[in-house]
């Protein structure tokens, strides 16, 4: 046998291996101009080539973190759909789902390295939300908005979606003009700005992304919020003073698990007696951290918890969950927007960042739309309240009244002004 | 000293041991002709008198089953609104709550000994739902419908109340005629005919208490419905086969904390790949036993689950939870109406048991009404599916359209027969 014979043989008996740690998934697999391995009858949705013998070795020990950074780098090409073959992916990778004591290590490792300390917080929210405001303006809603959008029926549009969503968590949250609002994780500070706009009330709005901070204070002396949303630049753990509404929309995934019992905390100390909240975040079905690849390159620090986690914020509090929706298909549909946009700069992406911060980010988006399809990844609405708390609807049928898609007629501007 | 005025002393001391134990509740508690203690700067609610000395002792030693006993015994007479007074003593002992190591241990040994194994589970449902049914039809709805109802408007009857509440179920399910249902714990069998009758289904229904299904087989068998509604008396252990839906009312709650996840097996075994499930159970806002009067007199081996606790049924198998709702109001003003029946039956029942087990049956409803109202107790229904379920709505505002209210015009009743 020559040499090269011998070669192509132990590519092909690796490639068989990660095809098998894969899950045996709908796609080829090709290792260049050496071995190969497809699906048995079954057309394969994709044809994912591996460019050079290093990146295979590395697949053999970290499959999830190895790919994100190959397709990255330009190590690995996908011929074909790339949320399609992600989805399948997912699918059988779950299916088969052991990580190697290697993988679960540097898991760990980095949990630690990346731990929500108040210093860590700032920094794992640094690395992804300082990036650049002018990016994120490529390929979100005008507004901003960095979360799940709310879609009531299917011909809304990005932009109306993510003002639905809006409103339906000021109108689940049943604020009242005066009331004291606190926002924590504000984003670019759209809800903020909505809530004093449209509902009345008075917003303390909490974030660590100084870029966000300064955008979102534009747009309220822009709108004439100012004296209505103040918009501070701190973690949520010091947060103080009483509010009747805690919401908090996208900040949970960033808060860590360790952490669930202290945001708990401080809703339990800021809530006035007849308070009420909500939690935005993704969650999962089951217990499971997210890859290395993207904690390492996307979200720091991040943790999707399930429901089970989550009731961690409350339970040991004085809190009454009311209300949970799954949001699931939404956010795959908000992402598929956010994913078109994103193709459709690539230009000026290109002229902002290196190629292999696009692919990663086209990578993330792509893979973002296909857990929410498959339902690796959840979006969860959380309403809770103070037990004493009266205010709680008889039914949840106010909030699906026509008046809901911006038809409301009475806006409570200056109400308290 | 005299001897008298001795005992006297020690009674009071004893009586306030007792009062700050309740954590100094807003009533007037005496042991009769002896000692008295009144709440400072607050109208008492009522006045709670404790007829002996070895009454007074055992309420030292395990405050909540004694006073249970007691009342039931005559031992305890209470002057004033039952609820109001039971509502003060449930807010009360809540904020100080610390049982000692008897109490603890009672309840542990009770926990052992009413275990849900397969012949625990029989024994435990049979002592409460194999009483009577002519005695449940004194106060429960024509259907006997033993669980929480919905209310749309605050003037439903507690008849439409409950047909509302079976169909919010299968709306919240969204059957479709032809659909293979298993309801697990189905009572007097109200919810499977409903289901059969109005959705055109086919359901397999499981209980162990051989009085519930004779019962139910009988109105199946009026209805015309005995082709479509098979009821079987056997543990939701033993559910065997596939079903498109699962659903469950009012079961969880005897399943027991240690078999969450043994429910889940099952569920996971039964649901078809685009399968839909809703559990409807009472539960808490933190972990927490029933009182060991409770677990002794009214529900044996029952745990009322937080909703962290109830992910053990999901989070371990291929499931996904939709939607979380809480009716915790529904179920006070259900229980209310329960309790108004059970008073104006007081001679029916007197025919059929002994006084004290009225007054037992009397402070449970009571006490029922008084967790609701304050929130010790609360009632969810959540609505899961198979993750891979397409049958998902895109909102929930079907649930709110105006047939909801027994408008619906179409009825399956013949689709499938």
New interface residues.
């Given amino acids: 046998m020559s040499a090269q014979n011998k070669c192509s043989r132990i590519d092909q008996w690796i490639l068989e291996k990660i095809y098998r740690a894969a899950g045996q998934p709908s796609v080829r697999l090709e290792l260049r101009n050496s071995a190969e391995v497809s699906p048995r009858g079954a057309l394969p949705v994709a044809n994912i080539v591996i460019e050079d013998r290093k990146t295979l070795l590395r697949l053999l020990i970290d499959l999830e973190a190895e790919f994100g950074d190959a397709y990255s780098e330009g190590r690995i090409t996908l011929e074909g759909d790339l949320v399609s073959a992600l989805e399948i992916l997912y699918g059988s990778i779950s299916q088969g789902e052991h990580h190697g004591w290697y993988v679960k290590l540097v898991s760990k490792c980095m949990e630690y390295a990346q731990r929500n300390s108040l210093r860590g917080s700032r920094r794992n929210i640094q690395r992804h939300y300082d990036l650049n405001t002018a990016f994120y303006q490529l390929w979100l809603d005008p507004q901003l908005i960095y979360t799940c959008a709310y879609?009531?029926?299917?011909a809304t549009t990005l932009e109306q979606a993510q003002v639905a969503k809006l409103d339906y968590v000021c109108r689940k949250l049943r604020l009242q003009p005066g009331e004291q609002v606190v926002d924590a994780g504000c984003g670019w500070g759209a809800l903020a700005l909505h809530m004093a706009q449209n509902y009345g009330v008075i917003v303390r709005a909490f974030n660590i992304s100084r870029e966000q901070i300064l955008f979102a204070r534009r747009r309220a002396k822009e709108l004439g919020l100012s004296h209505r949303v103040a918009f501070i630049e701190d973690d949520y753990r010091n947060i103080s003073g009483e509010c009747d509404a805690f919401v908090s929309v996208g900040m949970l995934e960033h808060v860590g698990r360790e952490h669930y019992r202290d945001l708990g905390s401080i809703i339990h100390r800021s809530l006035s007696k007849t308070g009420r909240g909500l939690l935005h975040f993704v969650g999962r079905?089951?217990?499971l951290p997210f890859s290395t690849w993207t904690r390492k390159r996307i979200f720091h620090g991040a943790y999707a918890p399930?429901?089970?986690e989550a009731?961690?914020v409350?339970?040991?509090w004085?809190?009454?969950?009311?209300?949970?929706?799954?949001l699931?298909?939404?956010y795959a549909k908000t992402l598929e927007q956010w994913l078109a946009r994103f193709e459709k700069s690539q230009q000026e992406i290109s002229e902002m960042f290196t190629p292999e911060f696009t692919r990663a980010w086209r990578l993330y988006l792509a893979g973002a739309v296909a857990g929410f399809r498959?339902?690796t990844l959840?979006l969860f609405q959380i309403v809770f309240a103070r037990?004493?708390c009266q205010q709680?609807p008889?039914?949840?049928?106010h909030?699906?009244t026509k008046e809901q898609h911006g038809e409301r007629e009475t806006t409570w501007m200056h109400a308290t002004s």
């Avoid at 879609?151 to 299917?154: A, K, L, W």
């Fill in positions: 879609y009531p029926s299917s079905n089951h217990p399930a429901l089970g009731m961690q409350f339970e040991p004085d809190l009454s969950v009311l209300d949970v929706e799954n699931r298909p939404h498959v339902g959840q037990t004493a709680i008889w039914t949840r049928a909030l699906y």
